[in-house]
């Protein structure tokens, strides 16, 4: 069965620092994406950053990238330059079963502290 | 470009009452998706379709049910409403399956169940 864990409910980081956000996966599938959403207090989930399975570099989007670990099952999203508006809950998930269905961890919720 | 739509967002409703939770989008995407949204869980997996006529369960799938006649359209039916219902529900939907490929989320619906 897969899962998705994140053990961190709640984590700060100051204005401008780097953030770590862990999250550790399961599956015995051997092709699968790991994913990372943002959701704001508004509400809505909001794409971030991408990761396949047999991707040999690690995924960047600006100022996100993803610490792809594959022997340790694991797929931390970096922040860098931490901004006030990166205060939001994030999640990771993984897809599964031919690459189109989502898990979901339970989320880590960031707060930047000016 | 109003992508993925969802209405009501907000919805009060009681005990043994039917709930009809709509969803639209407008990109014509193969696939979509309903999940619930509950404190502690991340987002669940509720129902999918990979197209007009096709859908199947998802993780919760118990007290729900779905239809897709359109491409454009998903609507997520509670039949008889209870208080575990209440929960944040949302729709996505994606072009197609395969490594990538990304779900994109509706606003989604709030519904508190009485």
């Known amino acids: 069965a897969q899962k998705i864990t994140q053990t961190q409910p709640g984590m700060f980081v100051q204005e401008k620092e780097a953030v770590t956000l862990d999250c550790t996966y399961d599956t015995s599938d051997p092709s699968y994406g790991l994913f990372w959403y943002k959701q704001p207090s508004s509400g809505e989930m909001i794409f971030l950053i991408y990761q396949g399975s047999y991707d040999q570099q690690n995924a960047t989007e600006g100022r996100y990238s993803l610490n792809f670990q594959k022997a340790r099952k694991s797929a931390n999203l970096v922040i860098s330059a931490s901004q006030l508006g990166d205060s939001a809950m994030y999640f990771c998930?993984?897809?599964?079963?031919?690459?189109?269905?989502?898990?979901f961890g339970s989320g880590t919720r960031l707060l930047v502290r000016p | 470009d109003a992508g993925i739509t969802q209405s009501p967002r907000y919805k009060i409703t009681e005990t043994g009452r039917q709930v009809t939770l709509m969803c639209h989008q407008t990109?014509?995407?193969?696939?979509m998706f309903w999940y619930r949204q509950d404190l502690g869980h991340g987002l669940r997996l509720i129902y999918y379709s990979a197209a007009a006529d096709i859908t199947d369960k998802g993780e919760v799938p118990d007290g729900y049910v779905v239809s897709r006649s359109k491409t454009e359209n998903f609507p997520l039916t509670l039949e008889s409403a209870t208080r575990s219902q209440t929960s944040v529900y949302f729709c996505?939907?994606?072009?197609?399956?395969?490594?990538?490929?990304?779900?994109?989320f509706g606003p989604g619906t709030r519904l508190l169940v009485l």
């Open positions: 996505a939907s994606m072009w197609d399956r395969g490594a990538g490929e990304t779900q994109y």
């Open positions: 998930a993984m897809s599964y079963d031919s690459s189109y269905k989502l898990i």
């Open positions: 990109w014509s995407h193969s696939y």
